[in-house]
């Protein structure tokens, strides 16, 4: 019951392109065989080439089932694809959680170095040895792996702020 069949999409723009399917007779002489289970799926999957290029991505399956032609294997790829997104988000909170711990120790350690409270290097103060605090400890958070975001908030500053900061050097 399958179809032996080539095809690739040839995309001419966001909206048209042209879709070439070859017969098994065609597909037999090129590397890329596949079998597929119906022309509908064999042209739905081709129409999502057009828009999206990556077969694993969440976009190209969720665009799959939006045109009915959802199989095992999509069903497959989609699970795969949802438990890597879960692990890489797994994985950063981690990650996060892990340098939030750190953060007290290290601007402790900033304050010490440059003999200021913490509420001076987090607060509204510009003069220059301030600001130059408050890059230290920007640029050690940074290193934690923390986020532009998540420094601006430690710090009590907007990320474009903690952006200036780090190329101050």
């Given at each position: 019951?399958?179809?032996?069949?080539?095809?690739?999409?040839?995309?001419?723009?966001?909206?048209?392109?042209?879709?070439?399917?070859?017969?098994?007779?065609?597909?037999?002489?090129?590397?890329?065989?596949?079998?597929?289970?119906?022309?509908?799926?064999?042209?739905?999957?081709?129409?999502?080439?057009?828009?999206?290029?990556?077969?694993?991505?969440?976009?190209?399956?969720?665009?799959?089932?939006?045109?009915?032609?959802?199989?095992?294997?999509?069903?497959?790829?989609?699970?795969?694809?949802?438990?890597?997104?879960?692990?890489?988000?797994?994985?950063?909170?981690?990650?996060?959680?892990?340098?939030?711990?750190?953060?007290?120790?290290?601007?402790?350690?900033?304050?010490?170095?440059?003999?200021?409270?913490?509420?001076?290097?987090?607060?509204?103060?510009?003069?220059?040895?301030?600001?130059?605090?408050?890059?230290?400890?920007?640029?050690r958070l940074r290193k934690t792996g923390l986020t532009l975001q998540a420094i601006g908030r430690i710090l009590n500053r907007h990320?474009?702020?903690?952006?200036?900061?780090?190329?101050?050097?």
């Open positions: 019951n399958y179809i032996e069949a080539h095809s690739h999409c040839h995309p001419r723009d966001a909206q048209y392109g042209t879709i070439c399917i070859r017969d098994s007779s065609v597909a037999l002489r090129t590397p890329l065989n596949v079998h597929y289970r119906n022309w509908q799926w064999l042209i739905a999957h081709e129409v999502c080439h057009f828009r999206i290029a990556n077969h694993s991505t969440r976009s190209f399956l969720e665009l799959m089932r939006q045109l009915g032609q959802f199989t095992e294997t999509e069903e497959w790829q989609l699970q795969l694809v949802e438990k890597r997104e879960k692990d890489a988000k797994l994985k950063r909170e981690r990650e996060h959680q892990t340098a939030m711990v750190r953060v007290p120790y290290i601007l402790e350690a900033v304050c010490q170095k440059f003999r200021l409270s913490r509420d001076e290097i987090i607060g509204r103060g510009r003069t220059a040895y301030v600001v130059e605090a408050r890059r230290e400890a920007a640029q990320h474009a702020t903690i952006i200036n900061l780090l190329k101050g050097d």
